[in-house]
């Protein structure tokens, strides 16, 4: 794309020194009634061809600009709703290991104290 707007403006360049080489003569421009002014032919389309440009091209340069922000807000909007869904929903950890178990042929523990023990009716 980049070669395309080279040559497209070397053509306008070219045309422009064409046109001025075959055209080098001083005309008079009246600007008002009192104000005159003379210049060559070429150096009058080249100000008339940039005024008429630089207008569009400030408001191209700005809707261009304008219209990034937008992209880049939503940009980042799409970022944020995405975000906190992957986070959200973290991989399982793994289940604790069961505790162990006692054996079965072990024996109760016996309390050790003496108010524990059933009473007995022995005089």
């Keep these: 794309m980049q070669i395309i707007r080279t040559i ?6 070219a045309v ?3 046109f001025s080489w075959f055209n080098w003569t001083p005309v008079e421009v009246r600007i008002w009634e009192n104000l005159l002014v ?3 032919v070429p150096a009058l389309v080249i100000v008339s061809f940039l005024l008429g440009l630089l207008p569009m091209w400030l408001y191209h ?16 909007a799409a970022r944020a709703t995405i975000a906190p869904v992957a986070k959200a929903d973290p991989a399982p950890s ?4 069961p505790a162990a178990a ?22």
Excluded: C, F, M
């Design 38 to 40: 003379e210049t060559k």
């Design 94 to 97: 793994p289940a604790p290991p």
């Design 102 to 123: 006692p054996h079965p042929s072990a024996a109760p523990p016996q309390p050790e104290s003496d108010h524990l023990k059933p009473e007995s009716n022995t005089p």
């Design 16 to 18: 422009l020194l064409i």
């Design 8 to 13: 497209v403006w070397v053509l306008i360049l």
């Design 61 to 76: 340069r700005g809707a261009k600009w304008s219209l990034n922000r937008k992209i880049v807000s939503l940009e980042n």
